[in-house]
């Protein structure tokens, strides 16, 4: 049974209908994608299931049960955790109350000091830079400790919004080999990507968003032998390397 | 002319437009919003003085305590009442809704008490003067000082020191992702009105002790000197708030002592004008900004 499942998911921004009726599951261990150009709704669709946008129609259900409308507070107690487009960092604050933030569900004193030493393992960087303002990071370090903050929070299933966006190539690589290294550590991950081509090297299963609605659904496999037929989806095949640039 | 007197007197000063500035912008950081009912909370304290003074003839130290817990209640709920429901709504709602607590509150105290002044009986001591090397300074000034630098030093360690307190600075930064941490909003927004409140009442105490009485429209005043304040300060933080407070402060007492004695009656248009002024050269404030632009790389 899967863990997260979204049935005919629609959500709008006013009177700009986003979302087309979506459906999609992730299974506990899985690593999923969801692809698609700038704007075809994979940040809404995230948005909706973490509730920060209130679907206009459809039923999102975490573990058997239904979580559609409920606050992002409630979600994330429920174990789902975002890492938001953009990292939003809190940048007056400094990294350690980053990551203490990240801890705030379910905070237990004994196994916190723990956790921060598994995510120096995992970010040594951030070990170094544990006093400093979150907003002094660079680019790829606020990413890091973006994903930090959210496993502080020991989430069921985690949801990543274009983690490599804005990214130099090197630290592109960094972050997709840690989403790699995630998932051998038993997380779930719903991953959201504009770089299609570098996801479907990594995940289980993908979906393909066009215009609020999905165009395919399969593995990582068949959905590369759709390349050619949805090229039009993957924006510049020539340099796969370079990061992607939002339009 | 600028002696130890006037240090003091502009400390005290300062210090009260400091908490009167850093209530008002605790909920702005927070909802964005300039609570145009934060005057009334600062009425209602210097009315449940007189009325527990009068009705219950309770001692000082009750009347006092009083009017902080009736300022910290009627804050919490306009919070809870008036502008949650309309939160989810636009900015203009809750500012609309601030104009109306104001309005109400006003009215709630012209029907239920007088449209009139009364009086506010204050503890004995604080009409008490020292010597302090030759300047004599009334008492209350010092306590205001005393009571400002105790309340400055626990509110940063609240917000330092406690997860709420984090959890305030973070929501101030980025309300949403504060509540993708788990955080629920409403206890973000409910902390800020307390603690708003909470400052609204103590300086309450020491804004009517200066007339020692109170009426319906006794809020207005305080409130524009928090607003001018803050918005001088710089409103993204509370240190702009505190700033702006003492600023406001030693530049009113400056006018005060420099002014000749037929202009005195005018203090205000030129502290209106001289804040026009600045804003025209620096419209973000004296304090810039409360948080670090992001870094791109």
Known sequence: MAMLTVENLEASYGAVRALHGISIEVAEGELVALLGVNGVGKSTTLKSIMGVLRPVKGTITFEGQEITNRSPEKIVKRGISLVPEGREIFGTLTVEENLRLGAYVGFKRDRYKADLEEMFELFPILKDRFHQAGGLLSGGEQQMLAIARALMGHPKLIMLDEPSLGLSPAMTDQIFRLIVTLKERGSTILLVEQNAERALEIVDRAYLLANGQIEHAGTAEEIKRKVDVASVYFGDQTDADSCEVSL | ?297
């Open chain 2, 1 to 297: 002319m600028i002696d130890l007197e006037f240090v003091i007197n502009t400390l005290s000063l300062g210090s009260l437009y400091a908490l009167l500035a850093l209530g008002l912008v605790l909920v702005y950081g927070i909802l964005k919003l300039v609570n145009f009912a934060y005057g009334e909370y600062i009425m209602i304290a210097g009315y449940a003085i007189y009325l527990s003074a009068t009705l219950l003839h309770a001692p000082w130290y009750l009347t006092l305590l009083i009017a902080v817990l009736a300022a910290v209640l009627v804050s919490y709920l306009t919070e809870l009442i008036a502008f949650r429901p309309v939160r989810s709504q636009s900015p203009n709602a809750l500012i609309v809704t601030s104009f109306a607590v104001s309005v109400f509150l006003q009215n709630v105290v012209l029907i239920m008490v007088s449209p009139r002044a009364r009086p506010v009986q204050l503890p004995f001591f604080f009409s008490r003067t020292i010597e302090i090397a030759g300047a004599t300074v009334p008492l209350r000034n010092l306590l205001v000082i005393a009571v400002t630098a105790v309340l400055l030093v626990a509110l940063s360690l609240l917000m330092k020191k406690t997860v709420v307190g984090m959890a305030m600075r973070a929501a101030a930064d980025k309300f949403t992702t504060t509540r993708l941490m788990g955080v629920p909003a409403n206890l973000v927004i409910s902390t800020a009105f307390v603690i708003s409140g909470l400052l609204a009442g103590v300086a309450s105490i020491f804004w009517v002790s200066r007339s020692a009485s109170v009426d319906p429209l006794t809020g207005a005043a305080p409130l524009l000197i928090a607003f001018i304040a803050v918005v001088t300060g710089g409103m993204h933080s509370t240190l702009g708030a505190v700033v702006g407070g003492f600023v406001y402060g030693l530049v009113f007492n400056l006018l005060s002592v420099t002014l000749p004695a037929s202009m005195i009656s005018y203090r205000d248009a030129f502290m209106f004008a001289l804040v026009v002024v600045f804003l025209l050269f620096r419209p973000a404030g004296i304090i810039k900004r409360g948080y670090t632009e992001e870094r791109v790389g």
